[in-house]
């Protein structure tokens, strides 16, 4: 690969820890890759944990991440084990089973106690006497706080984009295809938003499937990166997820809403002293019930992340597999190009160049996250591996993940050629010149 202008200065300049030549340089970080000289300038930025949870959870992702790795490089991947470890992996599976089993138990406990307040709520008003209906107010209003929430797609995507089968015959046809080809269905609508992200969630009481597309990773990717991307989520759904059930996703909400309303406050008051004594054991008794939750729930949550992976790599292809993983590090530095773009378009003068600069967002965000040189990829991977498991708990870390991939070999069961690509690209056109506008000529 030709070197650029910069890279050719950063060569020129030596380590201050080793006197190796320098990689990067000009829109990309100066480091050493002999020493590690700043491969990471942002490590002293990186958010605290929020709280007794977030620690538990941090710490219990990288004990729980790095044995799993060791374990799946052991046995050759995520799927099968091989002749050697075939007992361990029973053992492994028999382990998860009885992990699952008991998150469910405790989740069903946490909702029981929400029927339990809604059930006392409702006796003490049918009560009728004196303030026990007015008491019985209180655990009534709380219960209907807690329910479990089935989602709503009209809310969720009230101002995005939505398409259904008849408004993009090829693009759900691909999915279609890609749903099968990691055994599992496809969904009954695709939202579109600028995210650098994509998932699969579920809704209503009918648990309809939904695909959100965010276009800020979507235009970044190549054709078979896309096609790695969608197996990658349809892939969560064909081997499970113990997270990703209701009964636990919903668990996991009323928590998250319990240690919120039972967060101390500031100490500015007597009254708000007496508050947070007296929340002090229910909100000891709610973090405890969240760790146990996740101490159940994590291992297996990062294991369906890398059988989602291994679902993707065979629908795909390996290589495109490995490539969207270093798409997925350069995810913060694809949205700081979007946030620029909507500064940009702030400062410019309303009217035709404007208009020309929201058509070509996507096409110029392409471009430049094609631009990425393949040793700030690298410095991305090491950047990763410094930080370890502190940024998301329930996912394995995107270096490990990466590295599985890249040692696979599975060619891709669905090749997307550049025709269906194009018509796939001309049902969302419409979507891209939408939240074109939206991002640039609204701000």
């Not at 996740?294 to 495109?320: F, I």
């Not at 997925?328 to 940009?344: F, H, K, N, Y």
């Not at 995107?398 to 040692?407: E, F, K, P, V």
Request: aromatic letters at 4%.
């Amino acid at each position: 690969m030709t070197e650029t202008v910069d890279e050719r200065r950063a060569a020129d300049t030596g380590c201050p820890d080793c006197g190796t030549a320098l990689t990067g340089g000009g829109a990309y970080v100066a480091w050493c890759a002999g020493c590690g000289w700043n491969t990471d300038p942002g490590a002293t930025e990186e958010a605290p944990p929020a709280g007794r949870i977030d620690r538990v959870r941090r710490r219990l992702a990288h004990r729980y991440g790095e044995q799993l790795f060791a374990d799946l490089t052991a046995s050759g991947g995520p799927g099968e084990p091989g002749p050697s470890d075939e007992s361990g992996e029973k053992a492994s599976r028999a382990g998860r089973g009885r992990s699952g089993w008991l998150a469910t138990c405790l989740a069903l406990a946490v909702h029981g106690l929400t029927l339990a307040l809604l059930g006392g709520g409702i006796a003490m008003i049918a009560a009728g006497q004196g303030l026990v209906p007015v008491l019985g107010a209180l655990p009534l209003l709380v219960a209907l706080v807690l329910r479990p929430r089935l989602g709503s797609l009209r809310k969720t995507a009230a101002h995005l984009p939505v398409l259904r089968r008849a408004d993009a015959p090829e693009l759900f046809g691909l999915l279609d295809d890609v749903a099968a080809a990691v055994g599992t269905t496809g969904v009954e609508a695709v939202v579109v938003d600028a995210d650098v992200n994509a998932s699969v969630r579920t809704y209503g009481i009918r648990r309809q499937r939904v695909l959100t597309v965010g276009l800020g990773l979507w235009e970044t990717l190549s054709p078979q990166e896309r096609v790695v991307l969608l197996g990658h989520e349809f892939g969560h759904y064909a081997h499970g997820d113990t997270r990703h059930a209701l009964v636990v996703s919903t668990a996991f909400q009323s928590l998250d809403t319990w240690s919120y309303t039972l967060a101390p406050q500031p100490s500015e008051s007597l009254l708000d002293d007496l508050t947070n004594l007296a929340t002090a054991l229910p909100r000891m008794a709610v973090d405890g019930v969240a760790g146990l939750l996740d101490h159940l729930t994590l291992r297996g949550a990062q294991r369906a992340e890398y059988l989602a992976d291994e679902a993707a790599a065979r629908t795909g292809g390996s290589r495109a597999a490995a490539a969207l993983m270093d798409r997925l590090l350069s995810a913060d530095a694809v949205a700081g190009m979007l946030r620029r773009e909507a500064v940009a378009a702030r400062t410019r003068r309303t009217g035709a160049r404007s208009e020309d600069a929201a058509e070509g967002l996507w096409q110029r965000l392409a471009a430049q996250a094609g631009a990425v040189p393949a040793s700030e990829y690298e410095r991305l991977r090491r950047v990763a591996e410094l930080r370890g498991h502190s940024v998301d708990s329930t996912h394995p870390p995107t270096h490990l993940r990466h590295r599985l991939l890249a040692a696979g070999a599975f060619a891709p069961r669905i090749v997307l050629d550049a025709e269906r690509a194009a018509r796939v690209d001309a049902e969302l056109g419409d979507a891209r010149r939408t939240l074109a506008r939206e991002l640039l000529l609204r701000g």
